[in-house]
């Protein structure tokens, strides 16, 4: 009877534990009575969410909304949006969560709030028999850098240009190309030495490059980036805050950053944000 008797009491400390660790994160009344937590997502943004060779929903957002599913005992059900139509649609109720990787700026924020999970910025990534000719705290002076038309690259491209030259060393050679594809090629080729992009989409070019593509250690202009959910929607806030905590926790969260090779993007821990100054720069 005693042995009976353990195994008994060792179940219901088991049972404690496993309910214990799915009572850290509750519900929203939404996910609740419905049983289903709905996530709008573009589905084609690699490597956060795209459609896999079979048709599958894959990338780094995809895996992380699982987790959080999983960790509430809830099914997931991800919603095909445009990215135009999401804050849009937030705010019109059409659903409380879009799950993208959204910079907080004061206009958004009028509209919706936001749960950071992640940082970025810009990286430089070149061939890898070119990495160790870009050294110092100016690595980018003097060299042939390309940039995509228009975007916080190109920009970013002249102010370092004219730090370059401010400190005495040459400035950097810009070229401007229409798409991230023909700037890879060019680095390739070795019509330029480096280019200059979004460090998330770098790192994975980096990666599916089968290592032709190296990112440089530099990151540019670093920012957090999140999800953004309903205004004022504090149960839906705090359901997620503590479900990517828990995946801080357990490890998930890392793991499955670095299977897409973007560990280096990790943030310390998930947070709310209503208002500009509540952004970190960790």
């Known amino acids: 009877m005693k042995k009976y008797a353990l195994g008994s009491a060792l179940f219901a400390l088991a049972a404690t534990v496993a309910s214990s660790a799915f009572a850290q994160v509750t519900p929203s009344s939404e996910v609740k009575e419905s049983g289903t937590l709905i996530i709008a997502n573009t589905l084609d943004y690699a490597p956060f969410e795209y459609l896999d060779a079979d048709g599958k929903q894959a990338g780094i957002i995809v895996e992380m909304a699982e987790q959080t599913a999983k960790t509430m005992g809830v099914e997931l059900d991800i919603q095909r949006t445009p990215f135009p139509s999401m804050i849009p649609g937030i ?142 929607d504090k149960e839906t806030a705090d359901m997620m805050v503590g479900a990517l905590s828990e995946m801080f926790k357990n490890g998930s969260y890392q793991a499955i950053l670095d299977k897409y090779g973007m560990g280096a993007y990790a943030i310390k821990e998930p947070y709310f944000v209503n208002d500009m100054s509540q952004l970190r720069s960790d």
Do not use: H
């Open 91 to 232: 705010a019109a109720g059409r659903f409380s969560i879009a799950w993208e990787t959204f910079s907080a700026n004061p206009e958004r924020l009028q509209q919706v709030d936001f749960v950071m999970f992640l940082k970025a910025g810009i990286a430089a990534s070149t061939s890898p028999e070119k990495r160790d000719s870009f050294t110092g705290d100016t690595p980018l002076c003097g060299k042939r850098i390309g940039v995509s038309v228009g975007s916080g690259s190109d920009f970013l491209a002249d102010t370092l240009s004219k730090e370059c030259t401010d400190k005495g060393q040459p400035a950097l050679e810009k070229s401007v190309f229409n798409n991230s594809t023909d700037m890879v090629q060019a680095v390739l080729s070795d019509r330029i030495d480096a280019r200059l992009d979004d460090a998330t989409a770098s790192s994975y070019f980096e990666v599916t490059s089968n290592g032709q593509l190296v990112v440089l250690p530099t990151l540019y202009e670093v920012a957090p980036l999140g999800m953004a959910i309903a205004k004022d």
